[in-house]
């Protein structure tokens, strides 16, 4: 026999100067607080700890006659109610993401218990293009994790449907040619049937380009084609989740830009050009969002090694091994012990879409390790001048 048990929420100030740990057992882990905490532990204040020994397997009894348990759980709430550190804090716990939720299982083992903060993403419903591979892929991943649903519209039909079974029933995969406006309409529908309402728009999806070797030999063919995906595919993105959204007066529209539209000389221009017009798109459709209550953000990253610039580089230094040319796009960037992966992309992605981002529109959030807040000079070592 077996029943489960759960107090919401007690508004437990977590101290972050508390030196008091409490491990779970691996078996009642759940996703956890925030960084930089291991997720096998809680950072817990006396207060808490107290609370957590009440329930103890000798503060559950089972009622033979009834079949149910009864808790000490009235004396458990009068301690938490009795203090003033609980009560001034309340105001500062209101946030959803900040919750607490103590809960218990009772089952033939015993009495287990877990603690989770809820997650940012809880209930709502995204869309993100190019979600069958790489920055998209990993940002689907991050979205389900913590709570979402997740529609994967990509042109690549196998990768997406494979995706999606792997991420499992809060995803689906629908097929997008983001340069067709009826494809992502259809998309945009196909989430409003399936969920009733669209939270989030990633448009994510995006192609580069060969570099001619002078703007004189710029291909315009080629800008056309590249100019609509990054940009009017974009546009068509924000297009109809804002036709979705406004009648609800709430969303949230991101989108893939990067540090070569912020500077030049670090991409052919054609890729340049497209990735600043998504810049100047945001901020220009943010004025008339925030009148509907909806946010627009991008992200601009610096480069990520993946299965597409892997390519692209490739035919820059042909015949260099892969791990070289990952190793030789790492190396490029400016902070000293660290390296922009597509998970920092995700979770700049996560922010923006959570309602930790609920006052920040028409902003350009730069994963970048600082490369384009300075350029050092190159002056000779003092040594070194005659």
Same mark, same amino acid.
């Given at each position: ?45 006396? +207060? ?29 709430? @009068? ?14 716990? !209101? ?6 939720? %103590?809960?218990?299982? %009772? #089952? ?40 979402? !649903? ?16 792997? %991420? ?11 340069? @067709?406006? =009826? ?6 529908? =196909?989430?409003?049937?399936? =969920? ?7 448009? #994510? ?14 291909? %315009? ?17 924000? @297009?109809?989740?804002?036709? +979705? ?36 798109m945001v901020k220009s459709v943010a004025s008339e969002l925030c009148k509907h209550g909806i946010r627009i953000n991008c992200i601009s990253p610096f480069a990520i090694p993946t299965a597409f610039s892997i390519e692209d580089m490739s035919r820059f230094f042909p ?31 996560? =922010? ?11 902003? #350009?959030? +730069? ?20």
């Amino acid at each position: 026999m077996s029943g489960e048990i759960t107090i919401v929420p007690f508004n437990i100030p977590l101290s972050p100067s508390s030196s008091s740990f409490c491990q779970l057992d691996g078996s009642a882990a759940a996703p956890f607080l925030s960084p930089p905490l291991p997720p096998t532990f809680v950072q817990l204040n006396p +207060v808490l700890s107290t609370a957590s020994n009440l329930l103890s397997k000798n503060s559950v009894k089972k009622s033979h006659s009834s079949g149910s348990f009864t808790c000490f759980f009235e004396g458990l709430q @009068k301690l938490l109610s009795s203090r003033t550190q609980i009560n001034s804090s309340r105001k500062m716990l !209101k946030s959803r993401s900040r919750c607490i939720f %103590l809960s218990g299982t %009772l #089952n033939s083992r015993g009495f287990d218990r877990r603690f989770s903060a809820q997650s940012k993403l809880e209930g709502k419903v995204a869309l993100i293009t190019g979600a069958a591979s790489g920055i998209g892929k990993e940002t689907a991943t991050r979205f389900i994790s913590q709570g979402a !649903k997740v529609v994967i519209a990509d042109i690549q039909h196998q990768c997406g449907m494979d995706l999606a079974t792997e %991420l499992g029933s809060n995803a689906s995969f629908f097929p997008c040619n983001v340069t @067709k406006e =009826y494809d992502i309409s259809n998309a945009v529908d =196909y989430v409003v049937s399936k =969920y009733r309402h669209l939270d989030i728009m990633y448009n #994510n999806a995006g192609v580069a380009c060969h570099t001619p070797p002078s703007i004189i030999d710029l291909d %315009l063919a080629m800008f056309d084609q590249v100019m609509a995906i990054n940009v009017r595919g974009i546009l068509a993105g924000i @297009k109809h989740a804002s036709r +979705v959204m406004i009648p609800r007066q709430s969303g949230s529209i991101l989108c893939t830009t990067s540090v070569t539209g912020l500077m030049g000389g670090l991409a052919p221009h054609t890729y340049s050009v497209s990735k600043s017009s998504v810049i100047g798109m945001v901020k220009s459709v943010a004025s008339e969002l925030c009148k509907h209550g909806i946010r627009i953000n991008c992200i601009s990253p610096f480069a990520i090694p993946t299965a597409f610039s892997i390519e692209d580089m490739s035919r820059f230094f042909p015949g260099v091994e892969t791990q070289r040319l990952i190793e030789m796009i790492h190396n490029a960037g400016a902070l000293k012990g660290a390296k922009c992966e597509p998970v920092d992309v995700a979770n700049a992605a996560l =922010y923006l879409a959570s309602d930790d981002a609920k006052y920040v529109t028409g902003h #350009n959030l +730069v994963v970048d390790g600082g490369f384009t807040s300075f350029k050092a000079l190159e002056f000779p070592a003092p040594g070194q001048l005659q």
